[in-house]
């Protein structure tokens, strides 16, 4: 491992013992990546020092606090050290409960003034609370080529992928080291010869909505796993809600961190460019027959047609996508005998309250919700059995985390659920 001479002194406690410890932990996590270096990273997206009950309770006895679990949960260390102000720009992905309507997702006052506390500390250690899974849609747009550290498997795909930017998918411990030392492993994706497309994907059913690139997405993670696929075809209107679902898809039913679309991507001009010096290894057809197959999948676990719940937002809401919602929604009412759950940023909320999108959902007996979801905060109305999602990444995980049944279906027809209490959705 060649270290610098800063990082070398950082790692000799010239910047302070959280520091030194950050660095011990990082040259740790190099070693058994095999990288030889660091690369300097102003970009980091993390949870640090985040704590449940559980945790807070586990190290009750060496004080519980924000430098407790800071020190021995996300640096790993022996010793509780004062943790100093955060060195490289950083900022918090979502977290575990709405600052607001923590009550209606169930959260108890204990654990909401945890919340509170641990709010209050990242302030003040310089983390920004996005509190989104969607860090670039909230004030952490990075630049092409910009080497950042970040958590959140559909956030690295967007990252990577759409921005041409540059991150592994990191955990707690290197996100809350980096923002300490402005440091990362150079190692896989962080490297140009390890971007390079590995797997042909042939589309030949149109692609075109939201509904239909997050099928797309499964079936590529489902197809090429952890690989980087190369996509061509019949792929139209890319946007970022459309990428933001194909993502998260991709990286729940597969391992995807990084994809190349033909012509869209900015490392994709050409597939010649998308592969560089490889050819491909495998090669799949996404046609009427695969997308059939991956609408019965992500159906699956859906049979009783009364839905208790629906949940839009994952990954949380763009305005673009609230405006919709609450466009089909207008003037009806959610059914008494089912809810309706909206997540997003806590920076896009608050343009949806200015534009009057929060207050339409209201008026239907809706939420619009921020900072979490159901999946992270395990928090879903009480009762719930079935669930309508628009999104095949939390169709993929809400049901076998809460034992609950799903169906996945266009914006339209979860919202039609929400307001009938049925579930009618069909492939067309
Ligand atoms: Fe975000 Fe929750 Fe989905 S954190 S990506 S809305 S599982």
Known sequence: MQLTAEERA????AEGAATQKAMDLLVRYADALGAERFVETDNVAGVPGAAHGFLKDYYRDQGGDYNAIFSLFDLDSDEVVEVPRMKAFSCHLQGGMDPDLWREQGM???AHDGFVYDEEQNAEHGVQLLKTCTPYVAGNVPAHGEHCAWMESSAVVYCNSVVGARTNTEGRESTSAAMLTKRIPYWGYH???????????AVEFPVGDVFEWGMLGYFVGQSVEDGIPVITGAISNPS???HKHFGAAAASSGGVELYHMVGITPEAPSAAAAFGPNLPEQHFVYDAAERRRIYETLNAVGECEDVDYVMLGCPHYSIEQIAHAAQLIEGRKVHENSALWVFTSRAVKAVADRNGHTKTLQDAGAYLMTDTCSAISQAIPEGTRVAALDSAKQV???PAMMDIEGWYGTTAEC???ACTGRWAGRLQ
């Open 10 to 13: 950082m790692l000799d406690g």
């Open 108 to 110: 108890s006052e204990t």
């Open 191 to 201: 490297c140009p010869e390890y971007r390079h497309g590995q797997h042909a994907i």
């Open 240 to 242: 970022l809600i459309r």
């Open 396 to 398: 993929h995980y809400l």
């Open 415 to 417: 919202i039609d659920a």
